[in-house]
């Protein structure tokens, strides 16, 4: 059986399969020996093997993942391609990659059925046979004997490696990858389903590259919210073109930007040194759109500080339909800070659920500032939570008037420190879309007053 957990971590580096059962220390030295044949400033390609990923039938993380590991390590990524399962196109998608790049790391194409050929193929380029791994082998028969089932003699075809490579371990199903280096070329080939794919690229892949190369990258991500990417970056530009390391990289998402500084050193030491003072810099320049570091999104940002102030919260949504909510128990944890959340369409329930007064209704509406202040203030009291927080508005595409269009959304947000009203315009006369970016932006300023709230406890 293969090792598994800190037993399989503590015999890195993997074994070298030569044709046999056998490995030995000759093969680990070896495998240090070839230490440096990386160059320093090696590039990687991503080769993404599965004609279902071209038709659209699964969406494609592996390449996000694999890129974001290779960043830790300062690998350069500067293409992701897709083939499908043809092989033909799979050879002439590996030999242009390896044109352009040092290493590619594949995906896919490593099961037990006749167009999995990412091991074919990538032997094929190298010059060496396939040969039956047999430490492989009974991971495969036992596997089958263990849940019971009837091994077939097409799944032996997993076990068949190319001469020389590196084999890696799949913990979590049966294909084995591999890493065949040569001519200052190395192809390291992962299984597809992202659960096996990223532990085994992470357990063993990232530590292999590790050892070749003798700087880091370290980066952290600034969150800003409340400022558009071309404002960040007008104020920013000079030091932008100026900066080679570290580096100020911005990133736009819906009514966000992240702004990446990222630094280059022998170790992570140096570059945590090197990144800090431009981290603290910006931060202190620009406070009141910073959200976070490092942080990954508003609402996660918004539950780590209830929990640090030991504080509960609780929503009261109309336009948004619960996506407040939604995004608020995205987050592992939350319960200890989210009370819950009311979904108030109706007049009748911001009323009778949350309190709202009738004569507010009646004279300023459903979407305006003052029904959305009761509407917060009606949930806090309603969850006996510490802070309320509501959205109302007119999401579109229809029901927008002259005086209150497609896209006018007031948030509140309630507590006994600090309460705010914000009146948002977020229409932009796009009809495709445009209800589900009214909503999005509609939550994220919901998750930013919530966090403000959050901030200004004493």
Known sequence: MPLRGRQARRDWPPRRHNGGANSSAVHISRFYQLKGLIPVNASAEILCIGTEILLGNIVNTNSREISCGLAELGVGVYRHTVVGDNPERLREALAAAFERSSIVITTGGLGPTYDDLSKETIAGYFGVPLELHEPSSRHLHCYFHKVGRQMTENNLKQAMMPRGCIVLENHNGTAPGAIVEGGGKTAIMLPGPPREMLPMFREQVMPYLARRSDHVLVSHSIHFFGIGESALEAQLRDEMERMENPTLAPYAKDGEVMLRVTARAHTKQEAE???????????ERFSQYIYGVDVGDLQTAAVRALTEKGLKAACAESCTGGYVSKRLTDVPGCSAVFDCGVTSYANEIKERVLGV?????????????QTAREMADGVRRLAGADIGVSTTGVAGPGGGTREKPVGLVYVAVSSEWYSDVKELRLGRGIETGERDYIRYIAASHALSMLLEAAAKKP
């Open 273 to 283: 040194e090197m990144t800090a003072p431009v981290v603290q810099s910006l931060c």
């Open 357 to 369: 007064a009738r004569e507010t209704l009646a004279r300023y509406g459903a979407v305006s500032e």
